[in-house]
């Protein structure tokens, strides 16, 4: 089992949809959690990150972290077609490192 | 002019060459990592280094090898290419004052090995 599990889907919605993008984790001591976002034939960039459990909240995007579920959320709200990229979501915790998800694939539709 | 380059973008080579991929960023970050990215598997961390002196395993380091030439540049060795090492593989930099979680990465490498 990974240490980082996320359905890679993919995943293709209308525009103006909210879009929940989830994954588990299973290490403990993961304490920063951050999504990624992977446009077509470029390198991931830092979309969000939270420390420990909670909310946080950038424009469009909220993501939130459950450390007694060990779930690791990313919320899109009105989605636009420029939100069509791959997203990871990655845990790291003492060692420094960072684990990541799959990565799940998101178009947006106009 | 990008942060962090990588090169070659694109390469085919042949079972049982030596090839290498090369890192630089202008960033001025001590930390710099390579990973490879396939379909279904996701980013896997293949080595890291956390300052030049500093070389370490990651999840997926048989059959690669890296060197550390300056803060800067960070090159991948393929001793000898086997096709399962064809992958999309990516150089990425962090700054050990400002958390690792946060990595810069490089544009990536397509390597076909045939």
């Known amino acids: 089992q990974k240490e980082v599990e996320q359905d890679p889907g993919p995943l293709s919605v209308p525009e103006g949809a909210i879009v929940s993008l989830n994954c588990t984790y299973s290490n403990s001591a993961f304490q920063y959690f951050m999504w990624y976002r992977q446009y077509s034939r470029k390198g991931p960039e830092l979309l969000m990150y939270?420390?420990?459990?909670g909310n946080k909240e950038d424009g469009r995007f909220t993501a939130q972290v459950d450390k007694s579920s060990k779930y690791i959320s990313l919320f899109i709200r009105d989605s636009q077609p420029s939100d069509s990229a791959t997203y990871l979501c990655g845990a790291q915790g003492g060692s420094e490192k960072l684990v990541f998800g799959k990565g799940m694939k998101l178009t947006v539709n106009p | 002019d990008a942060d962090v380059t990588q090169t070659p973008r694109n390469r085919i080579t042949k079972t049982g060459k030596r090839i290498m991929l090369e890192c630089s960023q202008t960033k001025g970050h001590d930390r710099m990592y390579w990973y490879r990215q396939d379909p279904g598997l996701g980013l896997r961390l293949i080595y890291y280094?956390?300052?030049?002196?500093?070389?370490n395993k990651g999840e997926i380091s048989d059959g690669y090898s890296v060197s550390r030439q300056a803060q800067a540049k960070f090159s991948l060795s393929l001793e000898s290419a086997i096709p399962n090492q064809t992958a999309l593989y990516f150089c990425a930099t962090s700054d050990s004052g400002q958390g690792s979680y946060e990595q810069y990465f490089g544009p990536g490498t397509r390597l076909t090995v045939t």
């Open positions: 280094s956390f300052d030049v002196k500093d070389i």
């Open positions: 939270t420390y420990s459990s």
